[in-house]
């Protein structure tokens, strides 16, 4: 298979990174700061990006990064930098030798952050570019709710390999989409879960662990027959899309059931396995830019699962311009069979505000 060893590599350092979000979720206190833009980054996100990162390193030293989190903030922050260095420390997978295949511990508090710092790639339409978001849906973290660890593989700017870990999603592929299902659920349960595709090589879903990868299964989008009984997921925020126009589009197309609201990713991974139908993401600001970051994994994920994505407009995202979508405005993420009247219902909106 192409991009095999990517593909393994990716998805050891996405569940590796899990464990370590994992662990800061337990802990009362999470170090959560505010950034610039006033949204919120934790213990869990920096750690996660630099084992991630240093397993890249590791294996494709002439790799591009573009990651969400940088370490300035850290570097005048000494006592928070400590702390990830605790969690970055403790955190390995428990088998030893998928471990050692990741390159084994960071060394030290200074390559830590020196390794935070490597994801400031200006990304763009050439080479190999890896996208990290290492926390995907902070603010879902922070509550319970959903969240993921995202990577992807660009390749002159076409997304080739992507992978989601979702430690709050139910393993099982046909549980009922709840936005609370990891809330009551352990780990012994079944609760994480690990998508992943490579293009044109279908998408997959697998059980997180805390060693060696499990067994992993194809994903399908499920055919929809009727889109009333659709059911769309929307993200728990108001402030990153429209809930109005959302629900405008939903009663267009005579959907009647509630929107499932998840932070993060999940939205595309719940799509991509059929536990949900449509994900809708229609902006709130016209001037707000996508990060590649929060949909390079996903958009592969669902396409792969047969489905299409493309932004309110009808075009596909477009992951060469930069460490942003400038080129695009919201998501429309649905079976293809579908995406074309799900389009013409949310131009129909939109045009009509
Ligand atoms: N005004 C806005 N419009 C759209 N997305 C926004 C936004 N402000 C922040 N975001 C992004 O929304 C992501 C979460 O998506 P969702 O709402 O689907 O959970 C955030 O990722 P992080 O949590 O990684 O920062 C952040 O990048
Ligand atoms: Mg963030
Ligand atoms: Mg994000
Ligand atoms: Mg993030």
């Not at 879903?205 to 299964?217: M, Q, T």
């Amino acid at each position: 298979m192409p991009y095999a060893k990517e593909l393994r590599i990716a998805q050891l350092a996405v569940q590796r990174a899990t464990l370590l979000t994992k662990s800061v979720f337990h802990t009362t206190a999470k170090g959560t700061v505010s950034k610039e833009d006033h949204s919120p980054v934790t213990v869990g996100d920096f750690g996660a990006q630099a084992l991630i990162i240093s397993a890249l390193r590791h294996h494709f030293p002439d790799d591009e990064i573009v990651a969400e989190e940088e370490a300035a903030e850290l570097i005048a922050n000494k006592p928070l930098s400590e702390r990830i260095w605790s969690y970055v420390q403790a955190t390995m997978l428990e088998d030893e030798s998928a471990e050692q295949e990741l390159g084994g511990p960071i060394q030290s508090e200074q390559e830590m952050l020196d390794a935070i710092d490597m994801g400031k790639s200006p990304g763009g339409a050439k080479g190999r570019i890896w996208a990290i978001d290492p926390i995907d849906g902070t603010k879902g973290f922070l509550r319970g709710g959903q969240y993921a660890v995202c990577l992807a593989l660009m390749v002159d700017g076409d997304v080739k390999v992507g992978v989601l870990g979702c430690p709050n999603l139910p393993v099982d592929d046909s549980a009922p989409l709840d936005a609370h299902a990891g809330e009551n659920q352990t780990d012994a349960e079944g609760k994480g879960v690990i998508f992943s595709a490579v293009l044109g090589e279908g998408a997959t879903s697998g059980a997180l662990s805390r060693g060696a990868l499990s067994k992993e299964a194809p994903i399908h989008m499920k055919p929809i027959e009727d889109i009333t009984q659709a059911t769309f997921c929307e993200s728990v925020e108001s402030g990153h899309s429209s809930h109005s126009d959302q629900a405008a589009i939903a009663k267009l197309l005579g959907i009647t059931k509630p929107s499932v609201r998840m932070d993060s990713q999940a939205k595309y991974g719940s799509i991509a396995r059929g536990a949900g139908d449509l994900y809708l993401r229609l902006p709130v600001r016209a001037d707000y830019e996508e990060k590649i970051w929060d949909h390079a994994a996903g958009d592969l994920i669902v396409r792969e699962a047969g489905g299409e994505v493309t932004d309110v407009t009808g075009k596909r995202l477009d992951f060469t311009l930069g460490r942003t979508l400038k080129a695009n405005k919201g998501v429309v993420a649905a079976p293809k069979a579908v995406h074309g009247k799900i389009l013409e219902a949310v131009k129909q909106v939109l045009s009509s505000k």
